[in-house]
């Protein structure tokens, strides 16, 4: 059944999380558990698939008790994009459906603060694969949904995503503005009401 399916993978996960502070350890062990959930065909509610035509939307899939970590669906209808950010913990992504197109960034240092991001590459991401999308020294991309398709992605990050506070960056001058997220609610978009808050990232 797909809530055991679930719980199997939200235990290993606490385990994992639980275990060991080594970012580097924690994504490699949870892209793994992330893509046997992927192949195993997993599949998520009706409800926290839902696309909005206002800005992409992050449902919370479950969040810890400590607030150590977290986990989402996060849904971008055809041709919505983020603008560039942080995460200022780690995280990996697995795509559930759809394409996700993800430019990523050099994160700048005290020395580059203020100066344009150097860009580091772009990759199209496709359904069941998995990527680790960031570490406190390696977390700054921009997202965008691609295709003729809405693009899903579960994510699994280190914390509270939707209360933590978080960086926005203007890529062509490095300027900086801090965010908090926050959670969209199934319930409401099932109702039919398109979330109209300021956009947010993933």
């Known amino acids: 059944m797909e809530p055991d399916r679930l719980q199997t993978f939200i235990d290993d996960v606490?385990?994992?999380?639980?275990?060991?502070?080594?970012?580097?350890?924690?994504?490699?062990?949870?892209?793994?558990?992330?893509?046997?959930?992927?192949?195993?065909?997993?599949?998520?509610?009706?409800?926290?698939?839902?696309?909005?035509?206002?800005?992409?939307?992050?449902?919370?899939?479950?969040?810890?008790?400590?607030?150590?970590?977290?986990?989402?669906?996060?849904?971008?209808?055809?041709?919505?994009?983020?603008?560039?950010?942080?995460h200022e913990t780690w995280g990996v992504v697995g795509i559930y459906a759809g394409v996700e197109h993800e430019i990523r960034y050099l994160k700048p240092t005290a020395s580059t603060a203020s100066a344009p991001l150097t860009p580091a590459g772009e990759t199209r991401w496709a359904p069941g694969q998995v990527t680790v999308c960031c570490t406190t020294d390696d977390d700054v991309h921009a997202v965008a949904a691609v295709g003729s398709e809405p693009t899903i992605g579960i994510h699994v990050y280190g914390g509270n995503i939707g209360t933590m506070k978080r960086r926005s960056y203007d890529p062509a001058t490095g300027a900086v503005q801090w965010f908090v997220s926050g959670w969209d609610s199934p319930a409401a978009d099932a109702a039919g009401r398109d979330p109209s808050s300021p956009p947010r990232h993933r």
């Open 14 to 86: 606490g385990l994992v999380v639980s275990s060991t502070d080594d970012e580097h350890e924690i994504t490699a062990r949870v892209a793994e558990r992330l893509s046997a959930l992927l192949a195993g065909g997993y599949r998520l509610p009706p409800e926290v698939t839902r696309s909005s035509s206002v800005r992409h939307v992050t449902y919370p899939l479950y969040i810890a008790p400590d607030d150590s970590w977290s986990m989402a669906s996060v849904v971008w209808d055809v041709g919505q994009r983020t603008n560039v950010h942080g």
